[in-house]
């Protein structure tokens, strides 16, 4: 080996490095087509427009804080008492109700027997003599045992089982 062969063989290494590089770099860009990828859609998750949400189903204002800061003795049931909303309070009331407080509202439902003291027995004269009001308070906000239902049941639906309730009372004495 002579001088020339050991300038040759660096100059050699650098030709072929060089060609491996712009191998790689041709391997990697044209992989790759950015114009198509630029337009496809699932690229652009940023230009999607988000649906409308419907009326009422994130309060920006009222909702809970409203029951909690108010008298209870001043909030009035705004549903009317008529068959259409005590049939729907007893839809209601199975749903939500029929487990603790039983199916004739006397604190004698399945669920209801596990519990001491047993659940309140709705139709009792003490329950009846209260506000709707009151007792809807309460059915939102939770009351001695009574488990906060704000957050499960639907404001109407509250109300309508208070409905149901007196009806249920006036069927006895009727």
């Not at 029951?67 to 839809?91: A, C, D």
Request: proline share 7%; charged share 25%.
């Amino acid at each position: 080996m002579n001088d020339r062969d050991g300038e040759l063989v660096p100059a050699f290494l650098l030709r072929i490095g060089s060609a491996v590089f712009a191998l790689i770099l041709l391997l990697l860009s044209s992989g790759c087509d950015y114009g198509r990828m630029k337009d496809d859609e699932s690229l652009r998750t940023y230009k999607t427009a988000i649906p409308e949400m419907p009326k009422e189903s994130i309060p920006i204002n009222g909702g809970i804080e409203v029951i909690r800061e108010s008298n209870p003795e001043f909030l009035k049931n705004p549903l009317p008492y008529n068959q259409e909303t005590i049939e729907r309070g007893k839809i209601a009331y199975g749903f939500y109700c029929i487990h603790c407080h039983g199916p004739k509202a006397d604190g004698n439902g399945t669920v209801g027997q596990s519990f001491t003291p047993l659940p309140t027995n709705l139709r009792d004269e003490g329950v009846q003599a209260q506000t709707d009001g009151l007792i809807f308070y309460r059915v939102s906000l939770g009351f001695k045992r009574e488990p906060a239902l704000a957050y499960t049941v639907p404001e109407e639906d509250r109300w309508a089982v208070i409905h149901y309730m007196r009806f249920l009372v006036s069927q006895k004495s009727g």
